[in-house]
């Protein structure tokens, strides 16, 4: 064990080799802070977190590899991204979801607690909030979870409050909906259920993308969703943590929206200006369940976070566009 490892202070990111994590690990990087990363890499990329970065391999289910790490390192905090995302997948996969993400949280609560870390930043998700009866989600807006993942996280936040009313414990989480675009494109989305990854794997094969309904009550008729940048998300993790660190009060929840979102066709129209493939999508039936108008209200984020959209939406696609050739070339 190094002189360093034990002195300096470090944020310990989890799921930080992961389309996400690793965008906070640069923004935190950026900032000045030191960084280490747990991942178990069942979804992340070892080659996503920087060569200057101490990477431990393995799930945060496992309380001795926390333990180790904990005792390696002078954690300062934690951000916790790590979890499974698929909440389609979670309704056929509950209980592995509720292993990964509820069992996995109070793992890493307890050997935090043991530890003597008391800051965590958690990466939570819309998903809390279900069909919401509103078209703008604020932080008051009712949570009904219409999913095992949507569940867990919910139970995630509830983990963090309950734990600070006992320890004292320091914390905020964030919900986001749909993330985009890249900060470095190294770093590329690999979820096969996000709908630019979805787009981008049809285009590269010479297939047309597929909207599902063009008949909901929108100004061009299908469904409109928040979609934020990877990096502006990255940024306002990194604040939460600074604030944190510095012990400043932060709200126990923020959504970060965009305030107005994008349809979907105008998600086409970007992509086939971004990847010069001059394509017309496929208009299949809408999908059930699917409401037409899902935004959140990003204000509170924007008082406390230095939250607002740095990204337009072409800069989100020609973005995340770049990454995926990258990441197609690479596979080549």
């Keep these: 064990m190094s002189a360093e490892s ?22 935190l990087q950026q ?119 949507g569940e867990s996280k919910l139970i995630g936040e509830w983990l963090l409050a309950d734990q600070a009313r006992a320890t004292g414990l320091q914390h905020t989480s964030l919900r986001y909906f749909n993330v985009v675009g890249s900060g470095t494109p190294e770093i590329f989305d690999a979820s096969p259920h996000n709908l630019f990854p979805k787009v981008f794997e049809a285009l590269l094969a010479g297939k047309t993308p597929i909207i599902n309904g063009d008949d909901y009550p929108t100004p061009d008729g ?12 990255a940024h306002s993790h990194v604040i939460a943590a600074e604030r944190l660190a510095a012990g400043e009060p932060l709200e126990p929840v923020y959504n970060l929206g965009s305030g107005a979102g994008s349809s979907v066709r105008q998600i086409m129209t970007a992509m086939a200006t971004a990847t010069g493939i001059d394509f017309t999508p496929e208009i299949a039936p809408r999908r059930p369940g699917d ?17 607002h959209m740095r990204h337009t939406l072409d800069q989100m696609v020609s973005s995340a566009w770049e990454a995926a050739r990258q990441a197609a070339h690479r596979d080549s």
């Excluded at 299908?222 to 998300?233: E, K, M």
């Design 31 to 149: 900032s000045g802070q030191g960084v280490v990363v747990v991942d178990d890499l069942s979804s992340g990329f070892g080659e996503f977190v920087p060569s200057d970065v101490p990477l431990v391999v393995a799930s945060i289910t496992d309380r001795a590899a926390l333990d180790q790490l904990f005792a390696e390192h002078r954690i300062e905090g934690v951000i916790h991204v790590a979890g499974f995302k698929y909440a389609g997948v979670s309704v056929e996969r509950p209980l592995h979801t509720y292993e990964q993400n509820v069992t996995g949280t109070v793992v890493l609560l307890q050997a935090m607690q043991d530890a003597g870390v008391d800051k965590i930043v958690f990466s939570s998700s819309a998903a809390t909030f279900g069909t919401p009866e509103t078209d703008l989600v604020t932080e008051s807006t009712p949570t009904r979870p219409e999913s095992p993942y």
């Design 6 to 27: 034990t002195t300096s202070p470090k944020w310990l990111i989890t799921g930080g080799a992961g389309y996400i994590g690793a965008h906070v690990v640069r923004a």
């Design 291 to 307: 409401p037409a108008q899902i935004v959140a209200s990003g204000e509170l984020a924007a008082r406390d976070l230095d939250w």
């Design 222 to 233: 299908t469904a409109v969703r928040d979609y934020i940048h990877v990096a502006d998300l």
